[in-house]
């Protein structure tokens, strides 16, 4: 039997509204410093859950942007480094990763690979204090949509050299919509579990970066979207995975600490329910990838 939720004019989505326009005349939180918080804390589990996916999708980004023996890059959001260490195999030079966590970034520098070099820093303060024309490339591997990307962007084309090229591999909004529909049912259930409502700004899709792209300056080399399907067997799994990814960083600001665990279980419930097929209860990942050229 499917989960029952009516979605009609239900005073439960009035409630809900209700509470998001307090939540938004309120809102004075850092979305930053809770976004570095979940990371530091995943730290040590980021590479163990959906990364060696990830990964091959960064590495058909590369493929197009094709990095040459000699080219001074910098890679943006770099995390535990996959990418910074990849460019600096194919570039023979040594590379530059930025990151806001301090934990992930311990876990890239364990790796010891002396040719990266990693700096623990905002990434817009960090594009902001760097030389113009200063890179051949720049890449953003699944970051660019926690910070303010326009003016990511438009820092990235400055920094570049004339037909330097900048890499962007990317969640869009639509990602995991099994996953978003749920928390929002959940939450929907009982409003006042939400103290804040997540800010980030990933694209809704490929059009909506494209053009921020050309406006900060780029011509587009090329472009591509995807999607990526996996199963779990039931509702708990699917929340335990989402627990030891990025994407629970969300969910970690958003829902009363009091409530995360009522709040996940509920998640788990409707996941099961609504979503359960032969295979197991599908989760989907919408990616988009473009190359830009200054
Ligand atoms: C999904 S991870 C991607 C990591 C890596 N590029 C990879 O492909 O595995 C996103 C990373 O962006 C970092 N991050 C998010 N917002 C940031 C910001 N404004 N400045 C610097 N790093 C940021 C997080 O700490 C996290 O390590």
Redesign the pocket.
Known sequence: MRYNIDYTCHPKWFKLAKHLLKLYIKQNHNS?FL??RS?DRIASV?EDTW?SD??KL?DDMLDRLSPKKGMKAL??????G??TERITTRTEMSVIG????KN?LNIAEQKGNENCEYIN????DYLKKQPSKSFDIVTC???LG??KPFQVLKEINRVLKDHGKVGVIENTLLTLPEITWAGILSIAEKPEILDNYPQFRFPLSIYGLTIKMLFSGFYIQESWDGRITYYEQSGKEVIQRLRNT?VVAGYEYAINKRFREEFFQRMATILHHRYRQEQGIPINHRYIGLIGIK
């Open positions: 930053l976004v570095k990371y980021y990364s990830y990964w960064s890679d943006l959001f770099c995390g535990t996959y990418v930025v990151d806001i966590s992930i820093c905002e990434v817009l591997a699944w970051g926690y910070s990025s």
